[in-house]
């Protein structure tokens, strides 16, 4: 198993920066090397083979303004080493729930990318607690390296 990961966070009001930091920690403790990156560039990862994003979805189902960046700059990559899961923020008031998800996930699989597990979709609404709700699903991550 891989012990090295990269957490790329994109947030717009420092939540999804939380549950990265969070995750970061407990990944940290159970042995695996983290890497967190809140203003990524390709080139702060490119050597990493596993990601996890953490996002919130900002706007009308758009991706905060500093994932944007990142995400232009891996649709001319081969990422077919890169293996990845998604963890997003959003609420479910708004039809676009989490398409910050959809879209991290669509930019990823474009270039050759597998996704690991199922991508977690907290709903700020109805989940108070955010760390918790990513550690309960941080199992089905490790799970699948």
């Known amino acids: 198993m891989e012990k090295s990961?990269?957490?790329?966070?994109?947030s717009t009001l420092g939540g999804a920066e939380y549950v990265a930091d969070h995750l970061a920690e407990l990944l940290e403790n159970r042995g695996f090397s983290v890497q967190v990156e809140n203003n990524a560039a390709?080139?702060?990862v490119a050597e990493q083979s596993l990601w996890l994003i953490v996002t919130s979805t900002h706007g009308a189902g758009d991706l905060p303004d500093n994932l944007?960046?990142?995400i232009r700059q891996i649709n001319t990559e081969d990422l077919?080493?890169?293996?990845f899961a998604v963890v997003g923020l959003g609420n479910s008031d708004y039809d676009t729930f989490c398409h910050a998800v959809d879209k991290v996930e669509n930019a990823l699989t474009a270039q050759g990318a597998a996704r690991?597990?199922?991508s977690l979709r907290i709903d700020v609404l109805t989940t108070d607690d955010h760390?918790?709700?990513a550690e309960?699903?941080?199992?089905?991550?490790?799970a699948a390296l």
């Open 5 to 10: 990961i990269a957490i790329i966070t994109g």
């Open 116 to 118: 690991l597990c199922d």
């Open 131 to 133: 760390e918790q709700c």
């Open 80 to 83: 077919t080493q890169v293996r």
């Open 42 to 44: 390709f080139t702060d």
């Open 136 to 142: 309960n699903w941080l199992p089905n991550f490790v």
């Open 68 to 70: 944007k960046p990142f």
